[in-house]
């Protein structure tokens, strides 16, 4: 598989219309998040763009492939260009050979409809989902291929051969958990594409038909798709342990479990972190602003004599368990840049998830009662030092 890293530069020549059409039929309508590399034309003076390279999602990483149309004849189906580690993975000859050739959708290629690359990228992901599937179940590894037979049943599993030069060849299975849709779980939630935690389960292969001692734990990762972080953090949950000689589909749904509780916990968590906002405005005013939706964020203003400042509150996932942090920003002092001063962040005040939201609140104030004195002092020795 190609390095995860993707090709950045692009042309100045644009697209063909009809190429051009589809790339962006793509990109705005596929559930996985393709991306664009570099584009090119095939000709030295071409007045368009033809070629592209094409980052696609397998297995927790990216494959890069490229299409080469032919601008001079853009109504003809472009070619697919693989990675150099994917010789084997052939997939018109596959059909060819067994007879299901007019089942790809190339045979029935329209230029005119936008679909046609969506469905092709499709297609070749599936055909090469199921090409390292047949790879990984001819290892000559009896626990990896066992591993593999008790979780293939499993809904939108991805495996891969991961090789290497300074150490064993490795399996990198990747696992699809929790099947809920975490879109509903918010209220207005602004997600676009369908948000998902795998579990990244990596076997060394011992090139060993039998097994000759209990095998080691796997290497365990969980990842998710980068907008669930506004809800939930799989950074901070700390995976079930592995016993000996425990298998894959044992491991599972215990982790389910607890994941199922944790994200139950992290949508009422939003509930309380509301709460906290809007309990906000009684003592210190209605907020400048705030996150309406995953309320991770406020901002007050607050006047203390003659001295103006904001105060921004970073609401932690583990509300109320974590205290907010708190960054207050001078009104009226700047530093040299024209830059509002700012204070470092503070969550060394008073504090105890018990306490109520309006309480919170309250002990709040009483701390910034105090601190916007230090925080003035601070801001005027800032700009009173020599430049």
């Known amino acids: 598989m190609s390095p995860s890293a993707a090709p950045a530069s692009t042309s100045s020549t644009p697209l063909a219309p009809l190429i051009e059409a589809q790339l962006k039929y793509l990109l705005s309508h596929s559930k996985l998040p393709i991306r ?35 601008a001079l004849t853009p109504k003809v189906a472009p070619d697919v260009v693989f990675g150099s580690d994917d010789e084997g993975f052939q997939p018109l000859v596959d059909y060819a050979e067994n ?13 005119r409809d936008p679909n046609g690359l969506l469905a092709l990228v499709q297609e070749l992901r599936e055909l090469y989902i199921e090409y390292h599937k047949k790879r990984v179940e001819v290892v000559d590894d009896a ?20 090789p290497s030069t300074d150490r064993p060849d490795e399996v990198k299975f990747a696992v699809p958990l929790l099947d809920l849709d975490l879109a509903k779980l918010v209220q207005g939630c602004p997600w676009k594409s369908p948000q ?75 509930g309380a972190r509301r709460r906290f906002i809007e309990a906000l405005a009684p003592t210190f005013g209605r907020p400048l602003e705030a996150d309406p939706i995953f309320c991770r964020r406020a901002t007050i203003l607050s006047i203390s004599g003659i001295f103006t400042f904001l105060v921004h509150f970073a609401i932690p996932l583990q509300f ?40 919170m609140v309250e002990r709040i104030y009483d701390f910034l009662t105090d601190e916007c004195q230090n925080f003035r002092k601070f801001c005027s020795d800032a700009i009173a030092q020599p430049k």
Request: hydrophobic share 35%; with cysteine; aromatic share 10%.
């Open 143 to 162: 626990r990896v291929v066992f591993e593999l037979s008790t979780v293939l049943s499993k809904e939108g599993i991805e495996v891969c051969m991961v």
């Open 36 to 70: 664009v590399g570099q584009i090119w034309s095939g000709c030295r003076n071409g007045r368009h763009a033809d070629r592209f390279t094409l980052s696609i999602p397998f297995c927790l990483d990216y494959v890069h492939w490229d299409f080469v149309y032919n």
């Open 196 to 270: 998902k935690i795998h579990l990244q389960v990596i076997f060394p292969i011992s090139r060993s038909s039998n097994y000759s001692s209990i095998p080691s734990a796997p290497r365990l990762k969980l990842i998710s798709t980068p907008d669930l972080k506004s809800l939930f953090s799989v950074e901070d949950v700390k995976l079930p342990p592995w016993s000996n000689g425990m298998c894959l589909a044992e491991y599972l749904p215990a982790l389910e479990d607890s994941l199922n509780n944790l994200v139950v916990e992290a949508s009422a968590s939003i």
């Open 99 to 111: 007879g299901n050739g007019d089942k790809s959708c190339l045979a029935r290629w329209d230029c």
């Open 320 to 359: 109320p368990k974590q205290q907010p942090v708190l960054t207050l920003q001078s009104s009226q002092h700047c530093n040299a840049d024209g830059t509002p001063i700012t204070s470092p962040p503070i969550n060394d005040y008073p504090w105890s998830p018990r306490w109520d939201q309006v309480e």
